[in-house]
């Protein structure tokens, strides 16, 4: 209850305010630029309520299926949602994929990739163009998927504890809600893998997430 008062506050009172500034505005470019306002307030109100069904649907266990997954399809799929922010910053995506395929639940691991690849683009530095590399390897018995960026990255003597907390966040000259990397722990969790991270100041930040080789659905937590 109280993520959804929270993050639900602040559209919501951003698109009343809109609307009263549409009956004052006097110009039609003054209406015009209210709605394209008013259009950014509606899609971060949809993305918070994608966000939080996310959440419910992990701890309600509404994802059962396993299947074959190829990470370059997954990897495809997220740079076509995200293409207007790719081709805007110049962002480079390089896959080197060992192990092209898993077994796991195909939802979890295209939001965990969604989430860990907008954030590495969200959290770009404005010195150098953005490059992200996504790579997978196998490590005993576990396929360790691995994000990297070359962004501001994160003072983790500082922050690492509360990392993956809910509503949490680390810089703030970027919009966000704090959900993302809270949504990912929860979706590896639920997988019985683990994830790890390294990241330096101005250096980047290298994410990996530790999923089980063999995975066993009725294992799962």
């Known amino acids: 209850s109280f993520t959804i008062s929270h993050n639900l506050r602040s559209p919501v009172a951003s698109m009343q305010g809109l609307v009263n500034l549409y009956h004052l505005s006097k110009t039609e470019e003054e209406r015009s630029h209210i709605i394209r306002l008013f259009e950014e307030s509606t899609y971060s109100l949809e ?33 076509q949602s995200l293409h ?25 691991i295209n939001s965990i990739l969604f989430n860990l690849v907008s954030n590495a683009i969200q959290y770009r530095s404005p ?11 196998m ?7 691995e994000v990297s960026d ?9 922050h690492r504890s ?7 966040r680390f810089h703030s000259h970027t919009p966000g809600k ?35 080789k063999n995975l066993n659905l009725l294992k799962m937590a």
């Open 47 to 79: 993305t918070i309520i994608r966000d939080l069904g996310k959440i419910i649907d992990i701890r309600h266990d509404n994802f059962t299926a396993l299947e074959n997954v190829s990470l370059q399809t997954e990897i495809e799929l997220i740079k």
């Open 84 to 108: 207007t922010f790719i081709v805007s910053n110049e962002v480079s995506i390089q896959t080197d994929f060992a192990w092209t395929e898993l077994v796991s639940i195909k939802a979890y």
């Open 127 to 137: 010195s150098r163009k953005p490059i992200i590399s996504i790579s997978s390897k």
């Open 139 to 145: 490590d005993g018995d576990y396929l360790v998927l």
């Open 150 to 158: 070359n962004g501001i990255g994160i003072d983790l003597q500082k």
């Open 162 to 168: 509360d990392l993956f907390k809910l509503y949490k």
């Open 178 to 212: 704090g959900l993302g990397l809270f949504i990912v722990k929860q979706q590896v969790e639920k997988l019985n893998g683990r994830i790890e991270v390294e990241s330096l100041p101005e250096q980047g930040t290298t994410f990996r997430i530790f999923h089980q």
